[in-house]
């Protein structure tokens, strides 16, 4: 073994040297020579790692061994394979065992590898995990060719990408483990947002669009933070820096009285509710826009949670209604909305601007809305407690987590799809990757 080192040492030494050795510096293109170092250098690395593995033949465990199934599979010699790893393509040469049985084969040592499931390494894998997680497929192949010397196309890239995220996305449902939690409240936020899908995701589904048919699936967003701190300008509670968290799928959350189990979405949000320590919080608050869902969710796995409608989307409403009233853009329907807002900020003033509306020759569906949520719009008396009347955590994550990723240009995204990268994005932004990729390696060891 030592002779191949040295030998390898060697090799390297004398690429270095041919590469800066000879005085090129001064006409040199630096970016040449560290390029071709670096690859010089995988190569070594790449070629001795290679060796050490092949020259043990530890997997070789008897003419017999069972297969997955239990079956008898027998040795078949070794047999060599190529997978990518971040020191570059490695061949490697495993124990083969046969089963008749399954007409199949498998190396035992691609178990302990974790190159079982396919042609890529733990590292490469991380690697394209975390940037299709942030960026587009095509443009993560670019990145990791870039960054890592390696080329895996745009495909390999979604289709690993994706594997990644469904086994992220089974852990998630997997494991609940309780985080430290020392807020004396806590907040939950629930929305949804559009993404792009293909054609075959909403067939027979109602859409805005102008044919009636819908482009897109909505992603249901649920965010836990706490706002023990005050803005000493404003008086008035912020996030806590690095409080909050973030779990999201296209998910259901309609259940009907006479399913025996909660809907996936609602299990979501609750196995969310677990981790962060909401149920030992002293004072809960469930803070969403007008959406019945989220009511409905609330009154079902909530009681006692206290529920505030978004401060801003009211605001929106009332605007809205005064443009109705009063016609867009007009000073008229601008001081009536103003005043609304004002009033909507004192003491028991939702009940003055719901019988302002009422007053009013508008729809009664704006009517509704504003009597439905009359409690959750007690806001003078929420500031008083010192709550956050805003949804501002679950809206910037509807941008940040699912936005900035599945809403770009020209894409078309299948549900299952969307739903692994969302759960990768949501395992980064909530830093809980690390935890899932250490349960995933002693698995493996397991
Ligand atoms: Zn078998």
Redesign the pocket.
């Known amino acids: 073994m030592k002779a191949f080192e040295d030998e390898v040492e060697t090799a390297l030494a004398t690429d270095i040297e041919a590469l800066v050795g000879k005085g090129v510096f001064g006409d040199g293109d630096f970016e040449a020579v560290e390029q071709a170092a670096r690859i010089a250098a995988l190569q070594a690395a790449n070629g001795l790692v290679a060796h050490h593995i092949n020259a043990d033949h530890s997997d070789m465990q008897g003419a017999r061994l069972a ?3 239990g ?1 008898d ?1 027998r040795y078949a010699g070794r047999r060599s394979r190529t997978v990518t790893t971040v020191l570059g393509p490695m061949t490697l040469v495993r124990a083969w065992y046969h ?1 008749r ?2 007409n ?1 084969g498998f190396a035992p040592r691609d178990r302990d590898l974790g190159i079982d499931a396919g042609p890529l390494s733990p590292g490469v894998l991380r690697m394209v995990g975390y940037a299709a997680g942030e960026y587009s497929f095509a443009t993560s192949s670019k990145m990791i060719d870039v960054m890592a010397a390696l080329r895996i196309d745009a495909k390999t890239v979604e289709r690993h990408a994706e594997a990644l995220g469904r086994e992220v996305a089974e852990d998630e449902r997997n494991v609940v483990e309780p985080e430290p939690m020392d807020a004396r409240t806590l907040y939950v936020g629930l929305d949804g947002t559009g993404i792009p899908v293909r054609k075959s995701e909403t067939a027979g589904r109602k859409g805005k669009q102008a044919d009636g048919l819908a482009k897109t699936r909505e992603v249901k967003l649920a965010s836990v933070w706490s706002a023990e701190r005050c803005d000493p300008k404003t008086g008035r509670p912020v996030r806590d820096p690095g409080s909050a968290s973030h779990s999201a799928a296209i998910e259901s959350i309609a259940s009907r009285d006479t399913d025996p189990e909660s809907s996936q979405f609602a299990k979501r949000i609750l196995r969310e509710l677990k981790r962060r320590g909401f149920y030992r919080a002293e004072r809960r608050v469930i803070i969403g826009d007008g959406a019945a869902w989220i009511w409905n969710f609330a009154s079902e796995h909530l009681p006692g949670a206290i529920q505030i409608v978004d401060i801003f989307h009211v605001r929106q409403h009332l605007f809205d209604i005064a443009k109705a009233i009063y016609g867009p853009g007009t000073d008229m329907a601008t001081a009536w909305g103003t005043r609304m807002c004002d009033q909507l900020d004192r003491p028991g003033g939702v009940d003055i601007v719901i019988a302002e509306i009422e007053r009013s020759p508008v729809c009664n569906k704006a009517v509704a809305y504003f009597r439905n949520n009359c409690n959750r719009m007690r806001y003078a008396k929420f500031r008083k407690q010192g709550l956050c009347v805003s949804s501002g955590v679950v809206e910037g994550a509807c941008k940040s987590v699912i936005g900035k990723r599945l809403k770009q240009g020209g894409m078309h995204w299948t549900v299952q799809g969307a739903n692994a990268i969302i759960a990768l994005r949501c395992a980064f932004a909530n830093n809980r990757f690390d935890d899932f990729w250490e349960r995933r390696a002693a698995r493996r060891v397991a």
Request: net charge negative.
């Open positions: 297969c997955d199934h079956h599979a089963c049985t399954c199949a």
